[in-house]
């Protein structure tokens, strides 16, 4: 039975998949954000692209700085590379997980009094 005060949402069967689903993309932006972020310190402090760490970390970091790499140019030196693509990168994938996030939740039920009350609330 509904309720006055939009609680019944909460218990929507669509609420916890729906939860999982931004955890999810969270999960796997800071995941992604880790790698774009090593990316950039190792070559903002010069590391050594035959070492293995290195090398392992640009090897899975190539296919997402990629669409990125020839946007702005390299910034170097005396061996230190500023990578302003990686940054780049790091928003853009940051941007697009947010905007699947709200999508995500766009799909919760909402009760018919709390969609009233949002849209109250964006009208202002």
Same mark, same amino acid.
């Given at each position: 039975m509904p309720t006055s005060n939009g609680m019944d949402s909460y218990n929507s069967p669509s609420t916890k998949?729906? =939860? !999982?689903? /931004?955890?999810i993309v969270w999960y796997i932006l800071g995941l992604l954000e $880790?790698? &774009? $972020?090593? !990316? +950039? &310190?190792?070559?903002?402090?010069? #590391?050594?692209?035959? $070492?293995? +760490? /290195?090398? +392992?970390? =640009?090897?899975?970091?190539?296919p997402? $700085?990629?669409?990125? &790499?020839?946007v702005f140019k390299i910034t !170097?030196?005396?061996?230190?590379?500023?990578?302003?693509t /990686?940054?780049? #990168?790091?928003?853009?994938y940051w941007l697009i997980a947010m905007g699947i996030a709200k999508l995500l939740v766009m799909g919760k039920t909402v009760s018919t009094p709390e969609a009233a009350v949002k849209l109250e609330n964006q009208d202002k």
């Open positions: 998949p729906l =939860y !999982r689903g /931004t955890q $880790a790698v &774009l $972020a090593f !990316r +950039f &310190l190792l070559k903002l402090f010069g #590391a050594n692209p035959a $070492a293995g +760490f /290195t090398g +392992f970390i =640009y090897g899975i970091s190539q997402f $700085a990629a669409p990125f &790499l020839n !170097r030196v005396e061996g230190s590379i500023f990578e302003w /990686t940054v780049l #990168a790091m928003l853009v």
